[in-house]
């Protein structure tokens, strides 16, 4: 079809701006109805139609200008030096910027993880078994109990609790070209026998290595680590010895030749001894199950020595080591993938297991009836292809240009994470789920489609079970009452097979098999074509992932077009009137000129506005800039003597200044740039509209409105990012502490109640692997803008730790008022950062003009360190890891239930904010603002929990309530010498003195404790034993007597208040401490490894030899034994944890952990009980002493937490409920000043 021809209308449809005519004639009829009484001429030889006329062009001029296409009228002057973003300081995000998110839903990680190079599939499913620790909660003297106990009270029931938020992931991983099948542990070895004619026949050895590494983990991560071992570098070698080569498991007798060829369609089995040299470290792999597939010749050749040599081959192309390169090929792949998952995970949710998915093979058998004319060989390929594609359908990418050729709106097509290589669609993800059951229906349907193929007769699934054995017990059931009832003997199916739940079907190749028949006469293919033509077909039907394709929507550049070019009106009169470039003849005379320079200021004001209004068409792009450096909102011509001739002569002082102030005042510009902030704003549904009634409310309207449009652009400016990651939680595995790993909500509050976007960066100095030191720094708004910069030696093992102890340190320093100086300098002020010995840290890198500017920018830097140090407390992460951990202390308001409360972890977060700093330390209306904004922007499906937490440590108050309270015992309990009641004046006299030195003597003990964790009952007896130390009854001369029974009543009042001190005191400091320390102990482990009770059920079902006969199943019986285990070790673990804090004791004096035996379960006989026992008490051992340090962090943070409290202005009467767990908005509880 031809394109239609490209015509210009004859009589074209104007705007009526654009209409010249129209123009005319509405100027006309405005004269005819103002003066028509005077002016009766309207042709085209007056003077005033003439005007008209000249003014109605210039405002088509105008007209068509503003009619430019918007990227044409926003381009700027100067070109854009990145191509993709030709509109810099404009709010145009792309598609991908703007429509993607962090990964929510499911399919939204299944994306992300399937978009990874080594992955081809991935699964995820909300886990319900909280990663095997579950813990017990009941209720016991009207109180809520949690432990891993059961309660001794056998009349109790006690609740299981599973934690929630917590995903289980699948990964298939892609073949590897080398090593082939990368999810399976088989290792295939091919190569060729030959008779004595020279003919060629094909052997195959399958090797299906054990799953070891949970029963045998320090060996299992020996065996991969030990490269130069295995690569025979740096002087290390190791030697292999096969231990083991017979028909069963039990059977260490060696193997005949006859019986490897009596045996030759059975499962052996083969053992390794691996010795590591030159250390001697030794590693046994027991019973990898073996197959051999090749016809007669193949099997008469092969003798026992030819197989031994084969599996002892050292070499790179050997067995073991290609069973061991596919290992790290996997581990390395799975390490991605938690990688990506921890950096894009979401709020209160966590990854309980990580892992390869198991495949379970699947032969099919079928007898095939094709056309005369088929070739057998390529319906085999695509019989083949057919199969697997059915039981592992690809997740195919897409290009942007294809989704959008098929209408697939742009929505649609960013809906989800922002991926690398292309695009997913959502019926594809569907369409690749783990399948449950496979049905030889759909299978028959599926080959029929294949050309030349008449009819699908006898087909027949079989899988196998990991060791290669038939299963039994999962084909063709029948139903009763709706359930699925399995014949225990049957094998094959013809109409139904179940999968193993979790595992994916895998079509086993070397035991399908098919036999064509054309015309009734039976066909072999021959394999290896068709495996060439199966290669082929793969080819042609995958699509991969898509490198370097187009992944995002261009933004359409504009020309810059000269809007501002202007052609005077007066330019355009005819020459008579002598007011153009050629002006006035040289003959006339002075009254011509006066009258030509008269009608010239005359048009000048015609002139002005046309200039000012070619100037706003100019300066458009400035009206939705992001560039705070933009000051007008109205904009104007400045005319020179070079565009209107005498210009100068016209004016008398009208200069650029007097333009802009008569054009806009500094109010109009601060509502005018707020309105139109606010304009961007609403195109992604925000608002600022009670933030700014409250910040006007509280600085004026004027800076309240300057620092509006500051906060405003701040917010746009970070708008993808903050919307992107609204609901993404910080990285626990990388730098936990460090600047830049922050939740999404917290930048996002942060930027809604209007705290600066300000970026840490330093330098850093070092080599690989470390240590790397920082030096300068600075902090760095989103416009460049530098606000502190300075030096600093901080050194740290790595370059995030190094980043991120310099940054704790600065911000330690930042927060205190005291740190800094301004000073005069040459007329202006200087603003510094003091280190703790008082030099200089950083300043402000500009001197600032005034004092007031200077404390300004203090008071800015002071709130924005405060709250940059705000935690985000996710309660998932705080869940027990083992029996044994940490558990949240128990809290229940009223009666006790078991509805709710007994699961403090699952979808809750705590933020902890400065309460200290101002506005929010004094201002409880712009706190209740804030605390209204956390709760809006907080996920619905959180409860969340707000701490305005004080910092504050010890001050000597002489005014203190405790100073009357103990007053108050003088005059009750207290005797003079005369036998009477101390005096008011005297008791309190005396209650001074004692207040002031046990004052004196605590403010020694605590200077450097502040970040002490106590135990409040450790920490009173410490207090007491330090105060009896230094303080004694006759040190004070009291007119009250203090006798022994009045001292003791004094220090347990004294002592009971300085431990509430102690224990309240610098609780931010404290809290942010142990936070940072448990994340950083914490962060060294992979809890998606430990599996704690898998790794004892596999040591159990290592040594087992029966069962108990009361079992339900084997596997129950296991996972109840090995879970008994470990809880009883678990409990021994917490109750020596508890009791070492109760003692006082710090982390690094606690006692000696010696729990009883581990004891075997009743009802289980083992091959070797005491080998068993002994290796379960070793692995118990070892992994409770790795676990001692993060849970004991882990318990101070949860009693610290558990402990936060609000502070507020003294004198002030506020809710001190107001968002906690219980009740979000509860009434009626109030505190008179601070929060104790």
């Not at 992931?169 to 020279?198: C, H, Q, S, W």
């Not at 390929?381 to 057919?386: E, G, N, P, S």
């Not at 939705?624 to 002082?653: H, K, M």
């Not at 300057?706 to 993808?720: E, G, N």
């Amino acid at each position: 079809m031809s394109p239609k021809p490209t015509s210009i209308p004859q009589h074209p449809v104007l705007k009526p701006a654009e209409d010249f005519f129209r123009l005319r004639r509405e100027g006309i009829g405005f004269v005819e109805q103002m003066g028509s009484r005077q002016w009766t001429d309207y042709n085209v030889h007056d003077p005033g139609i003439t005007i008209l006329e000249a003014l109605c062009y210039a405002i088509t001029d105008l007209a068509y200008r503003l009619g430019w296409d918007i990227k044409d009228l926003l381009a700027p002057a100067t070109p854009s030096p990145d191509p993709t973003q030709p509109f810099p300081d404009q709010a145009f995000f792309t598609a991908r910027e703007i429509l993607t998110i962090n990964p929510c839903t499911p399919d939204d990680f299944r994306r992300l993880l399937i978009d990874l190079e080594p992955v081809r599939n991935a699964w995820l499913w909300c886990k319900e078994c909280a990663c095997d620790v579950p813990y017990y909660a009941w209720c016991e003297d009207d109180k809520l109990q949690l432990s891993f106990h059961k309660p001794l009270n056998q009349r109790l029931t006690p609740q299981t609790v599973a934690v929630r938020g917590l995903y289980e992931v699948l990964l298939e991983l892609e073949a590897d070209p080398e090593l082939g099948d990368l999810n399976d542990r088989k290792i295939d070895y091919t190569y060729a026998v030959f008779d004595a004619e020279g003919q060629r026949h094909p052997m195959t050895v399958e090797v299906r290595f054990p799953q070891w590494k949970l029963e045998k983990r320090k060996e299992w991560d020996l065996f991969l680590a030990s490269h130069d071992a295995f690569s025979e570098h740096n002087g290390a070698f190791f030697n292999l010895t096969l231990t083991k080569f017979n028909r069963t498991k039990t059977d260490n007798t060696p193997l005949t030749d006859e019986q490897l060829r009596a045996q030759w369609r059975n499962v052996f089995y083969a053992s390794w001894e691996l010795e590591l040299q030159p250390g001697g470290e030794k590693i046994r792999i027991e019973n990898a199950a073996l197959r051999f597939f090749g016809d007669t010749t193949a099997k008469n050749q092969t003798a026992v020595s030819d197989v031994a040599a084969l599996l002892t081959d050292k070499k790179a192309t050997g067995v073991v080591q290609r069973y061991r390169h596919k290992l790290l090929k996997v581990a390395q792949a799975v390490s991605a993938a938690k990688a990506v998952l921890h950096a894009h995970r979401n709020l209160d949710e966590d990854f309980c297991r990580v892992q390869g998915v198991e495949i379970e093979d699947v032969a099919v058998c079928a007898d095939v009836e094709v056309a005369p004319d088929a070739d057998i060989e390529r319906v085999q390929a695509q019989i083949w292809l057919a199969i697997t594609q059915y039981f592992n359908p690809p997740v195919p990418f897409y290009r942007l240009p294809e989704l959008l050729e098929e209408g697939i709106p742009v929505e649609d097509i960013f809906n989800g994470p922002a991926l690398d290589n292309g695009f997913i669609k959502a019926e594809d993800l569907e369409k690749a789920q783990l399948k449950s059951v496979l049905r030889t229906s759909d299978i028959i349907n599926r080959l029929m489609d294949i050309e030349g193929v008449r009819a699908v007769n006898n087909l027949l699934l079989t899988k196998y079970d990991p060791e290669g054995n038939p299963v039994k017990g999962a084909a063709d059931p029948t139903w009763v009452n709706g359930q699925p009832v399995f014949d225990p003997t049957k094998i094959s199916a013809s109409w139904l097979l179940y999968v193993s739940p979790l595992h994916q079907p895998r079509l086993y190749f070397s035991l399908s098999r098919f036999l064509f028949y054309k015309n009734g006469l039976p066909f072999l293919p021959r394999l290896d074509e068709a495996r060439d033509t199966l290669t082929q077909l793969r080819g042609e039907a995958d699509r991969p992932k898509l490198k370097n394709a187009p992944q995002d929507l261009p933004v359409p550049a504009g020309t810059f077009r000269h809007p501002e070019d202007y052609f005077p009106v007066q330019h355009s009169f005819p020459l008579t009137y002598g007011i153009g470039p050629a002006g006035l003849p040289s003959h006339v005379g002075p009254p011509r000129r006066a009258q030509a320079k008269q009608l010239k200021a005359y048009l000048l004001v015609f002139e002005q506005l046309l200039g000012n209004a070619l100037a706003q068409v100019a300066h458009m792009a400035d009206l939705f800039s992001l560039n705070p450096a933009v000051q007008r909102t109205y904009f104007v011509r400045q005319f020179t003597d070079s565009v209107l001739a005498d210009y100068s002569e016209l004016v008398d002082g009208l200069d650029q200044a007097a333009l802009e102030d008569m054009t806009e005042t500094r109010a109009e510009f601060l509502t005018r740039r707020n309105r139109f902030l606010d304009h961007l704003l609403a195109r992604f549904g925000e608002q600022f509209r009670e933030y700014t009634l409250l910040l006007t409310s509280l600085q004026g309207q004027e800076v309240g409105r300057a620092r509006l449009i500051d906060d405003k652009l701040a917010f746009l400016k970070a708008y993808p990012l903050i919307s992107h990651d609204r609901g993404k939680a910080f990285s626990y595995k990388q730098a936990p502490c460090a600047p830049g790993n922050i939740a999404g909500l917290k930048r996002r509050i942060h930027l809604l109640l209007g705290y600066p976007d300000l970026a840490f960066s330093g330098t850093l100095t070092g080599t690989a692997p470390g240590p790397f030191t920082l030096t300068d720094f600075q902090l760095q708004d989103p416009h460049h803008q530098r606000w502190l910069t300075g030096t600093i030696n901080h050194s740290g093992p790595s370059e995030e730790a190094a980043t991120q102890g310099a940054f704790r340190e600065i911000l330690k320093q930042m927060i205190q008022p005291t740190a800094y100086t301004i000073v005069p300098e040459t007329e202006q002020f200087r603003l510094t950062l003091q280190d703790k010995s008082g030099n200089p840290l950083g300043q402000h890198p500009h001197l600032l003009p005034t004092k007031a500017a200077a404390q300004a920018l203090r008071d800015e830097l002071l709130t924005w360190s405060s709250h940059a140090r705000a935690m985000v407390v996710e309660h998932v992460l705080l869940r027990p890891k083992f029996p044994g951990d940490a558990l949240y202390p128990a809290c229940s308001d009223g009666g006790c239930t078991t509805c709710g409360e007994e699961d403090p972890y699952s979808f809750r977060l705590t933020l902890v904010l400065p309460g200290w700093t101002a506005p929010f330390s004094t201002n409880l209306e712009l706190r209740q603002f804030a605390n209204r904004t956390i709760q809006q922007e907080t996920p619905a499906h959180l409860l969340g929990k707000t701490c305005w937490v004080g910092n504050d440590g010890f001050l000597e108050d002489p005014c203190d309530a405790v100073v009357m309270e103990l007053a108050n015992v003088f005059t009750s309990k207290g005797l003079t010498a005369e036998g009477t009641r101390p005096s008011e004046e005297e008791a309190c006299a005396c209650a001074l003195r004692l207040y002031a030195a046990f004052s004196a003597v605590f403010r020694r003990w605590y200077a450097d404790k502040t970040l002490t964790y106590w135990q409040r009952d450790a920490l009173a007896a410490q207090l007491k034993a330090e105060f009896s130390a230094h303080l004694s009854p006759s040190d004070f001369a009291c007119t009250t007597i203090l006798t022994d029974a009045l001292w003791d009543e004094v220090q347990a009042v004294l002592g009971g208040y300085f431990a509430q001190t102690a224990l309240t005191g610098w609780q931010f400091e404290r809290f942010e401490d142990a936070w940072c320390a448990w994340l950083t102990a914490n962060a060294a482990f992979d809890w998606t490894e430990e599996r704690l009770q898998e790794r004892v059920e596999a040591i159990l079902r290592a040594g087992v030899a029966s069962y108990p006969t009361s079992a339900a199943s084997p596997a129950a019986a296991l996972c109840a034994c090995a879970a008994t285990i470990v809880a009883q070790y678990g409990g021994a673990f917490s109750d020596w944890m508890d009791a070492n804090v109760a003692a006082g004791r710090a982390f690094s004096d606690f006692s000696a952990f010696t729990p009883r035996p581990v004891t075997l379960c009743p009802g289980f006989t083992f091959q070797a009980a005491s080998d068993t026992a002994a290796a379960l008490e070793a692995l118990l051992q070892e992994r409770y002493a790795a676990y001692r340090e993060v849970s004991y962090r882990l318990r101070v943070v949860v009693n610290l937490l558990s402990q936060l409290r609000n502070t507020y202005p003294s004198a002030t009467l506020h809710d001190c409920d107001d968002g906690s767990d219980q009740n979000p908005v509860r009434l009626g509880s109030t505190a008179l000043g601070n929060s104790p």
